[in-house]
Nanobody, 114 residues
Framework: QVQPVEYGGGLVQAGGSLRLSCTVS????????MAWYRQAPGQPREWVAL???????NYQDSLAGRFTISRDNVKYTVYLQMGSLKPEDTAIYYC????????WGQGTQVTVSS
């Protein structure tokens, strides 16, 4: 498996928005449910949202309504649109299959200032 490549993070003020993107190999993308995860400093990595090969979605309960996951089946890319960001959303965001398989990418840093 080629490592996922995540990008789109940055520094944003509370209440702002960001869109994260993640590209993976076509074979991996077509085969598996894809998900976004995040890891805050000193915390374990946690699941954020997932999208199935059929386009279904599911979210961590506390994030539904603020985050939207989607997938582009032509570009083999998974997106995470994040809105109404809070300082507690500060973390490194990663994508992988759900459940996670193989190598993790470098992630993309999201920092939300108060």
């Amino acid at each position: 498996q080629v490592q996922p490549v995540e990008y789109g993070g940055g520094l944003v003020q509370a209440g702002g928005s960001l869109r994260l993107s993640c590209t993976v190999s076509g074979r991996f993308f077509r085969a598996y449910t894809m998900a976004w995860y995040r890891q805050a400093p000193g915390q374990p990595r946690e699941w954020v949202a997932l999208t199935t090969t059929g386009g279904g979605t599911n979210y961590q309960d506390s994030l539904a309504g603020r985050f939207t996951i989607s997938r582009d089946n032509v570009k083999y890319t998974v997106y995470l649109q994040m809105g109404s960001l809070k300082p507690e959303d500060t973390a490194i965001y990663y994508c992988n299959s759900f459940p996670a398989r193989g190598s993790w990418g470098q992630g993309t840093q999201v920092t939300v200032s108060s």
